[in-house]
């Protein structure tokens, strides 16, 4: 699984040779340490003219323990820009997005951040609608050209949801959204219902008290996110197939959480999983459906089995399961689901019909099933992976592999922390407006972008 070109890149001949060779250079990018500073170097934090989000950020910079500047200096590197575009009610007036970026774009550090905020284009009207449609075309853009593993991010934040950007803003500046690159997210835009927007006790421990279930928790990335959910508090119940027993039960000890060897495809597992949460833990706050198959071939060459297995286990049973879930009374408060989808869901990938067929079924789950939650106060959101360092790429031939690790704004595969960290983010008691979205954990992937 090891990624031996990037290792190569960050020897002393590679270094040297590399970029002579014009070959790309893949940064080691920054991770989450536990009680690391959020970034390396201030803020800088810029507004359009009108703009309604630049005070409550600049506070909510502050409480992150980000140092904030507003007027730019030259022999700063910056750990982020942050730019509120939401007074920008005219397409002439995208030209503040210039001015404010140009002058300090060598100035961004190394996984230094670039986030635009501004209003949901589909929440307005007329030349205001194409200004704000427009700023995705920049932010993506940018996000292709910044270097030394720094990102660029745009968040559409609904009127009435300003409150409601804390958690997103600490997760994509800080080291947790590493993988995470030249995304569209929106706050506030599924309807909140009854959700309740809090603040967590501890921004450590957001998950204190939280309950959650991971599926395909024996490995990969269900065993990260796991891992993930338990450090930030929550007590993790992990599921595999009982054919994954063993490795099940050793992440289960790991992390201090329990094992339920289960196969969700099985017709009784939603009437077994609310009778294990509601005699063992009383409620189940989050949802993580984290188990998936592939099962190759071209269309031409699969057989039905093929066909069945991949839509029963990454779609059909979590379907099943969600709907046997929200008509019992085992969710608590503000419950969170997250589904599993992939690039391959958003862009197709050859061999993969089945597959593909299934993942952007997930993302077709999260658009039907994100509004009606909300009613109750819930969310329902995905990550789409893209090139995940993981037992399922490391078997893909090396000839399809490379070029898919190389081919994103970042030249690297991602590690399952990534998609990990994404899901904690959604999880987060304080990212009640965050529904609805699918949020692709790829490195700016170029396929399907
Ligand atoms: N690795 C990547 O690059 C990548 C990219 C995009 C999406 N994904 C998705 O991420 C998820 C995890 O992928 P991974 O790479 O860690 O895969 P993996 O094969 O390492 O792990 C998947 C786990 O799901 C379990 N599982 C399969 N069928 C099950 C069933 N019927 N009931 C319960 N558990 C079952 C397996 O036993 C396994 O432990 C999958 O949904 C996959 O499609 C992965």
Same mark, same amino acid.
């Given at each position: 699984?090891?990624?031996?070109?990037?290792?190569?890149? @960050?020897?002393?001949? *590679?270094?040297?040779?590399?970029?002579?060779?014009?070959?790309?250079?893949?940064?080691?990018?920054?991770?989450?340490?536990? *009680?690391?500073?959020?970034?390396?170097?201030?803020?800088?934090?810029?507004?359009?003219?009108?703009?309604?989000?630049?005070?409550?950020?600049?506070?909510?910079? @502050?409480?992150?323990?980000?140092?904030?500047?507003?007027?730019?200096?030259?022999?700063?590197?910056?750990?982020?820009?942050? #730019?509120?575009?939401?007074?920008?009610?005219?397409?002439?007036?995208?030209?503040? !997005?210039?001015?404010?970026? /140009?002058?300090?774009?060598?100035? &961004?550090?190394?996984?230094?951040?670039?986030?635009? $905020?501004?209003?949901?284009?589909? !929440?307005?009207?007329?030349?205001?609608?194409?200004?704000?449609?427009?700023?995705?075309?920049?932010?993506?853009?940018?996000?292709?050209?910044?270097?030394?593993?720094?990102?660029?991010?745009?968040?559409?934040?609904?009127?009435?949801?300003?409150?409601?950007?804390?958690?997103?803003?600490?997760?994509?500046?800080?080291?947790?959204?590493? #993988?995470?690159?030249?995304?569209?997210?929106?706050?506030?835009?599924?309807?909140?219902?009854?959700?309740?927007?809090?603040?967590?006790?501890? =921004?450590?421990?957001?998950?204190?008290?939280?309950?959650?279930?991971?599926?395909?928790?024996?490995?990969?990335?269900?065993?990260? %996110?796991?891992?993930?959910?338990?450090?930030?508090?929550?007590?993790?119940?992990?599921?595999?197939?009982?054919?994954?027993?063993?490795?099940?039960?050793?992440?289960?000890?790991?992390?201090?959480?329990?094992?339920?060897?289960?196969?969700?495809?099985?017709?009784?597992?939603?009437?077994?999983?609310?009778?294990? #949460?509601?005699?063992? /833990?009383?409620? !189940?706050?989050?949802?993580?459906?984290?188990?998936? %198959?592939?099962?190759?071939?071209?269309?031409?060459?699969?057989?039905?089995?093929? =066909?069945?297995?991949?839509?029963?286990?990454?779609?059909?049973?979590?379907?099943?399961?969600?709907?046997?879930?929200?008509?019992?009374?085992?969710?608590?408060?503000?419950?969170?689901?997250?589904?599993?989808?992939? &690039?391959?869901?958003?862009? *197709?990938?050859?061999?993969?019909?089945?597959?593909?067929?299934?993942?952007?079924?997930?993302?077709?789950?999260?658009?039907?099933?994100?509004?009606?939650?909300?009613?109750?106060? /819930?969310?329902? @959101?995905?990550?789409?992976?893209?090139?995940?360092?993981?037992?399922?790429?490391?078997? %893909?031939?090396?000839? %399809?592999?490379?070029?898919?690790?190389? $081919?994103?704004?970042?030249?690297?595969?991602?590690?399952?922390?990534?998609?990990?960290?994404?899901?904690? =983010?959604?999880? @987060?008691?304080?990212?009640?407006?965050?529904?609805?979205?699918?949020?692709?954990?790829?490195?700016?992937? $170029?396929?399907?972008?």
């Amino acid at each position: 699984m090891a990624d031996k070109y990037q290792q190569f890149t @960050n020897s002393s001949v *590679g270094k040297f040779l590399a970029p002579k060779l014009g070959l790309p250079m893949p940064t080691p990018l920054r991770r989450h340490k536990p *009680g690391q500073a959020p970034l390396d170097g201030p803020a800088l934090l810029g507004a359009a003219k009108g703009g309604r989000l630049e005070k409550t950020v600049a506070e909510q910079l @502050n409480s992150a323990g980000i140092e904030v500047r507003t007027e730019a200096a030259d022999d700063v590197k910056y750990g982020a820009l942050v #730019f509120d575009a939401t007074g920008i009610t005219d397409p002439a007036q995208l030209r503040e !997005l210039y001015d404010f970026f /140009h002058p300090v774009m060598r100035q &961004v550090g190394y996984c230094g951040r670039v986030v635009v $905020l501004a209003t949901p284009p589909e !929440l307005t009207s007329g030349r205001q609608q194409v200004a704000q449609r427009a700023i995705e075309g920049f932010t993506r853009s940018v996000g292709k050209e910044l270097t030394k593993g720094a990102t660029s991010q745009l968040v559409y934040v609904a009127p009435g949801s300003e409150d409601a950007t804390e958690s997103t803003l600490r997760f994509l500046l800080s080291a947790k959204s590493a #993988f995470v690159d030249g995304q569209v997210i929106r706050v506030g835009t599924a309807g909140t219902g009854g959700a309740k927007i809090t603040a967590p006790e501890s =921004w450590e421990k957001p998950l204190d008290g939280k309950v959650a279930l991971v599926t395909g928790a024996s490995r990969g990335i269900g065993a990260a %996110i796991a891992e993930v959910l338990a450090r930030d508090g929550a007590h993790v119940v992990v599921l595999d197939i009982p054919a994954q027993g063993a490795d099940l039960s050793s992440v289960a000890n790991k992390i201090g959480g329990s094992a339920l060897q289960l196969d969700i495809t099985a017709a009784d597992a939603g009437t077994k999983l609310v009778d294990y #949460f509601t005699e063992r /833990h009383g409620k !189940l706050d989050i949802v993580v459906h984290n188990a998936g %198959i592939t099962r190759d071939k071209k269309l031409a060459n699969m057989d039905d089995g093929r =066909w069945n297995s991949v839509l029963t286990v990454n779609l059909l049973s979590q379907l099943a399961v969600n709907d046997t879930l929200l008509a019992s009374s085992v969710l608590g408060e503000n419950a969170r689901f997250i589904g599993v989808s992939s &690039v391959a869901g958003v862009a *197709g990938n050859l061999g993969q019909a089945n597959y593909g067929t299934s993942k952007a079924g997930v993302i077709g789950m999260v658009d039907s099933t994100a509004p009606a939650v909300a009613e109750k106060g /819930h969310t329902f @959101n995905a990550v789409a992976p893209g090139f995940i360092e993981t037992q399922m790429t490391a078997k %893909i031939p090396a000839t %399809i592999r490379e070029p898919a690790r190389r $081919l994103s704004s970042l030249t690297q595969g991602g590690l399952p922390v990534d998609v990990a960290e994404t899901i904690a =983010w959604y999880a @987060n008691p304080a990212s009640a407006a965050v529904n609805g979205n699918v949020v692709r954990v790829c490195g700016q992937a $170029l396929i399907g972008a």
